[in-house]
C-alpha cells in the first residue's frame, strides 16, 4: 500500500519503537501520525529542532527521545525504512511518500 502525507518543510522523521506513530519534525513545528491509518493525533507549533540526532515525541509518545533521520539539504531528500522493515519512508521537503511492505491480503 502506498500513502502520501502533504507535510512542508520536513527537517526530520522517525518511528517509535513499536512503529505504532511516525514523529514528523518540520520548520513550524511537530506532528505524529498513527500508522496504518496515517491519520495526525498530534500536532505541536513550537519549534523543537533535533538535537545530536534526536527528537522529542508529542502527543501520545509525549516526551520519548527517538534517534531521527534527517533531511539532506543539499539533495532536498531524505530515507527511512522502520526498523522492522515494514515502511519505507521517501521524503522531500513537500511530504511524504510511504510504502507499506506488508500486502493486507496476506
Known sequence: MNRYLHI????????D??????????????????TGTWERVARDYELAYPEKGVGFGI?????????????????GEM??????????????????SITDTVDPND
Open 17 to 34: 519503537s513499536t512503529e505504532a506513530y511516525l514523529l514528523t519534525i518540520t520548520h513550524s513545528g511537530r506532528g505524529v501520525f498513527r
Open 59 to 75: 502527543g501520545p509518545i509525549e516526551g520519548v527521545p527517538l534517534p531521527v533521520a534527517g533531511m539532506n539539504f543539499n539533495t
Open 79 to 96: 530515507r527511512l525504512v522502520s526498523q522492522s522493515g515494514r515502511y519505507v519512508l521517501e521524503c522531500e521537503s513537500s511530504g511524504i
Open 8 to 15: 512542508g518543510g520536513i527537517v526530520a522523521v522517525a518511528f
